[in-house]
């Protein structure tokens, strides 16, 4: 079948396509023209129509069957000679296109980017004279064999042409244009041989009648030049969107290598999308008809407002007290660990980025400052070159059913912990030493599983003082709030039902507390003030002043009702400002201050204390042990602190030395180092306000 015949098919074809049932005017791409006809009048454009278009934009997605024509003896990168003669193939064909209006509706400006698959498969290539012996026969026949090329060609082409409209009322379209081909990506080949007869003989390395020849790239594989003809129809989906099935045909211009003669002509058919950009017809101005005269407007019942109420039980006020506050925090140089595990615990913070790290982001009197112990002791080797540490590993005594298994996981702890010091804070390993024991050198009890959980850590010593004197956080507002608890009485009512409600206590503008739930309000609703509730509101309040607490309940019809009550409420600053000190890390069971808690208390005294301070001593112990005996060992620990305090300076204020035991638990004892900064002393000095100045 010759290319023009395939051509001619194909615009006959088209040409017998049906005429679109609606008015061609509206067409994204055929816009109107002044176009004189008889009858019938051309309607006028609806609003929301295409009148004028000012470019389209499209995208093309078909099919394309390839026609080679070669007259090759070889191919670049073939494996056999022969004469390899006309072929063909088929490939997918996808690409976008612009056209831009240059002459009324029937001219058109293209430009387009496809992408073609133009392989194919060429003639075969009959070869023989080789004899071989017929197994069917047993006498020596002629060896016939067919050698077959298939080459993989993919495209990007480049069009530019025209495209024209001759008949506006039938608007089958004709584009012509030339396209530059450059190929996408390495062309490719693979070239077969099969055994045509005698029947029976086999290739013995695949044991079957085909093998494969070779297969690679195909060499000197240049651009293609082709002239293009396309038609296609219009189906509009919107006034700016249609839908056109097309038909091209790419004739060739040159050869696909300057080696031998090879030329591929193909034929495309698929389906091209545009949408137009343009005017269009703007809505009509309509104006409103007149009211009915003579009739009042209908007037719509508004259903009820629920009702809301709220009331304090008591009408106690909340007292706030704001104290500027110097806080010593120790520090408890042990690293903890789980039973059998050298990984450093999930509880302790690490970074990766250590350069906004400072000790006073830390939280003020909680764990939170002691789970970042390793960022404090990284940043002070950091800012102290030379200082060094010693990271001694231990174990609870069972660990490891090996010999020699204990040892090696205390080491794993201690080297976990400088491993991170090393990476993350850049700290010389040669300032760190890593050494083990069986049990830490002032172990807990092992007659309880806690004990064993404490010695199971890593613990940090250094001679410098630097490294493990106590986090000071300096004058901050600490603030103590009066009464914990205030409640609420509430209410809601509507016809249609209670949908739910919500309760807001505002300070200034500012919600300080908020609680909600569906259905009606419960008819008592207590508020917990808290010391971080006590934070927020203080920032709020000045002196005297009323909390505004708003409770807004929702019925079923979306309508709200809303009551409000108002809550007084003081802030005061105390006339004191506060230094606190805490030592921790006693010697188990005993009351023996060490050197460390002595450096602290002395240089505590020195710095704090003036000569209007008073002070307060108390002491206490984690949950563990008997409790007489606890009271008695914190009583013993607090008199220790106040004799040591009096040596000091024995002019000394100390108004109250006692010890609570474990009566006031400030920290979770289910971990060890809640249990150990529970068993503190802790010194708070009070200097009047003025005198401090």
Not at 221 to 239: D, R
Not at 335 to 351: H, N
Not at 659 to 668: E, F, H, M, Q
Request: glycine share 8%; hydrophobic share 35%.
């Amino acid at each position: 079948m010759s290319r023009t015949f395939i051509f001619t098919a194909l615009l006959l074809l088209l040409a017998r396509l049906p005429l679109p049932a609606q008015d061609t005017t509206s067409l994204p791409d055929t816009p109107r023209a002044d176009i004189p006809v008889a009858e019938p009048a051309v309607a006028e454009p609806l609003p929301g129509e295409l009148i004028s278009t000012w470019f389209r934009v499209g995208m093309y997605g078909g099919y394309g069957v390839n026609m080679h024509d070669t007259k090759a003896t070889v191919f670049t990168g073939g494996g056999e000679c022969g004469a390899f003669s006309n072929g063909n193939g088929r490939g997918l064909v996808a690409g976008m296109f612009l056209e831009i209006p240059v002459s009324g509706t029937w001219l058109d400006l293209v430009a387009g980017a496809t992408y073609a698959q133009r392989g194919g498969t060429f003639g075969e290539v009959q070869t023989g004279g080789l004899p071989i012996l017929d197994p069917n026969s047993g006498t020596y026949v002629t060896l016939e064999r067919v050698h077959r090329y298939t080459a993989d060609l993919p495209y990007v082409l480049a069009e530019l042409g025209v495209r024209m409209t001759p008949i506006a009322a039938f608007p089958i379209y004709l584009r012509l244009s030339g396209s530059l081909g450059i190929p996408s990506s390495q062309a490719s080949h693979h070239q077969t041989e099969e055994i045509l007869s005698p029947s029976g003989v086999l290739y013995p390395e695949t044991n079957t009648t085909i093998r494969d020849v070779s297969a690679g790239p195909i060499q000197d594989v240049g651009s293609l030049i082709h002239l293009a003809g396309a038609v296609g129809y219009p189906f509009p989906l919107s006034s700016r969107l249609t839908a056109s099935p097309e038909v091209s045909y790419y004739f060739p211009l040159n050869d696909v290598t300057p080696n031998y003669r090879w030329r591929i002509a193909s034929a495309q058919g698929g389906i091209a999308l545009r949408f137009a950009f343009g005017k269009t017809q703007d809505e009509p101005v309509i104006p409103p008809p007149p009211p009915p005269k003579e009739q009042p407007p209908a007037i719509a019942e508004t259903p009820p407002q629920p009702t809301a109420v709220i009331a304090a039980v008591s009408a106690q006020k909340v007292e706030i007290l704001e104290t500027v506050v110097t806080e010593t925090f120790p520090i408890l140089p042990y690293i903890f660990f789980d039973s059998a595990s050298a990984e450093l615990p999930a509880r302790y913070s690490r970074l990766t980025d250590t350069s906004g790290f400072t000790e006073q982001m830390l939280p003020h009197r909680s764990l939170g400052a002691y789970y970042h112990m390793l960022n404090v002791i990284g940043s002070r080797l950091a800012r102290d070159p030379s200082a060094k540490i010693t990271l001694n590993g231990s174990t609870d005594g069972s660990e490891g059913s090996t010999a020699g298994g204990g040892n090696n996981l205390a080491r794993a702890r201690a080297q976990g912990v400088k491993d991170y010091l090393m990476n993350v804070w850049g700290i010389n390993p040669s300032r760190m030493i890593v050494t083990t024991s069986p049990l830490p050198s002032n172990p807990s009890s092992l007659q309880v599983a806690e004990g064993a959980e404490e010695n199971r850590r890593v613990e940090i010593q250094s001679v410098s003082d630097k490294v493990l004197h106590p986090i000071i956080f300096e004058r901050f507002n600490e603030h103590s709030i009066t009464p914990r608890q205030i409640a609420f009485s509430m209410s809601g009512a509507s016809p249609a039902g209670i949908a739910g409600w919500g309760l807001d206590v505002f300070a200034g503008a500012k919600s300080v507390w908020h609680a909600e739930g569906k259905g009606a309000p419960p008819t008592m609703i207590p508020w917990e003030l808290d010391l971080e509730t006590a934070a927020r509101m203080a920032t709020e309040l000045t002196g005297e002043q009323l909390l505004k607490c708003q409770l807004t309940v929702t019925d079923n019809n979306g309508q709200n009702g809303i009551a409000e009550y108002a809550q007084p409420a003081r802030k005061s600053l105390s006339p004191f400002e506060v230094s606190r000190l805490s030592l921790i890390v006693f010697d188990f069971d005993k009351a023996t201050i060490n050197t460390q808690n002595r450096r602290m208390i002395s240089s505590f005294v020195a710095q704090s204390m003036q000569p209007s301070s008073t002070s307060t001593i108390v002491g206490s112990t984690d949950r563990l042990g008997e409790l007489e005996h606890n009271k008695e060992l914190s009583t013993d620990r607090a008199i220790a602190v106040r004799d040591l305090m009096l040596a000091e300076r024995t002019s000394a204020k100390i108004t109250s030395v006692e010890g609570v035991g474990p009566s006031r638990l400030l920290y979770d004892n289910s971990v060890p180092e809640g249990r150990y900064y529970c068993r503190t002393v802790t010194v708070e000095m009070r200097t009047p306000i003025d005198e401090e100045k």
